[in-house]
């Protein structure tokens, strides 16, 4: 039985009482579900995680979403991200190599995949090496942001829709690949997403979101950036500070998160990824104007 400990006031908990890396009952699933759509942010300890053991609890809570920019810059499918600067057991990057320095991109608040036609349900993090300071991934909860909007701001931005564009994004930080590129073109997704367990409610922005469907764009922007701002308040942040063996699970469609960022010239950091396709475009979901 899965046992939870809350991370948060607004969101996440602790998980323990469970293996994430042997075969699950299919009561196991069911229950990971439900904590997901309760929490949005799990934190599972000390899991002696393994690549196969990561893809197998990804395939077991829906179908693996092909990690994009492998897909786009080669047209290979892999499920595998690499979060860090390690090469091997006795080489890594340092803090001016490309490859650090687009993952920098990673150091804003953003819901993975919200570039794509049908974007993440959830991420799920192993951590194999942390540096020694900093490293630390923070999450924010858009559905508790919405919550705190008063009735007349939620009226106003429950019908729009958005536009979200990886380009618009991750050049602020570094080149992206010509045929990466090309591959994520700006998807239109709804503004307002409700999660089909609990009916709650949540908006869906982040610094892929570029700009409002039928907006000029100085008052799309000014509208992104107040919702971003009124989600990421310091008091309402969680930043976890990883252990060796920690496997994290967070919700795409509610959470926001970024990396803090670390010394990669001083420290070796080593995480695997994977991410579980969501079941649709945002824009087949049913509407949440009432």
């Known amino acids: 039985m899965l046992s939870l400990a809350p991370l948060h006031e607004d969101f996440g908990a602790r998980v323990t009482g469970i293996d994430l890396t042997k075969p699950l009952s299919s009561q196991q699933v069911e229950a990971l579900h439900d904590a997901i759509d309760t929490y949005s942010v799990l934190h599972f300890p000390d899991q002696a995680m393994t690549d196969e053991a990561q893809l197998a609890l990804t395939r077991s809570l829906g179908e693996p979403e092909p990690e994009h920019v492998h897909f786009g810059k080669t047209g290979q499918v ?8 390690v090469v091997d057991a006795e080489t890594k990057r340092d803090g001016d190599h490309p490859h650090s320095v687009s993952q920098r991109g ?13 974007p993440s349900y959830v991420s799920i993090l192993h951590a ?26 939620q009226a106003e931005i429950d019908g729009l829709h958005v536009l ?7 050049t602020k ?14 998807i239109e997704q709804r503004l307002v997403r409700r999660n089909p367990a609990n009916g709650l409610k949540n908006y869906y922005v982040g610094s892929h979101a570029r700009s409002i469907i039928g907006w000029s764009g100085v008052d799309s922007r000014r509208l992104i950036d107040r919702l971003n701002e009124a989600a990421a308040r310091p008091e309402d942040v969680y930043s976890h500070r990883f ?11 509610c959470v926001l998160h970024r990396g803090a960022g670390y010394d990669a010239n ?25």
């Open 78 to 85: 892999a499920y595998f991200g690499t979060i860090g600067n």
């Open 106 to 118: 990673n150091n804003m608040w953003h819901s993975d995949s919200s570039f794509r036609l049908v």
């Open 128 to 153: 194999y090496e942390v540096p020694g300071e900093g490293g630390e991934t923070e999450f924010v909860s858009q559905r508790a942001a919405y919550a705190r909007l008063d009735p007349a701001e």
């Open 164 to 170: 979200h564009d990886y380009v618009f994004s991750r």
């Open 173 to 186: 930080v570094a080149p992206v690949d010509p045929n990466h590129a090309a591959s994520l073109p700006p």
């Open 243 to 253: 252990t060796e063996g920690d496997t994290l699970f967070w919700d795409n469609r």
């Open 266 to 290: 001083r420290w070796r950091r080593y995480m695997r990824q994977t991410r579980v396709a969501g079941h649709g475009p945002t824009l087949d979901e049913p509407s949440v104007v009432a």
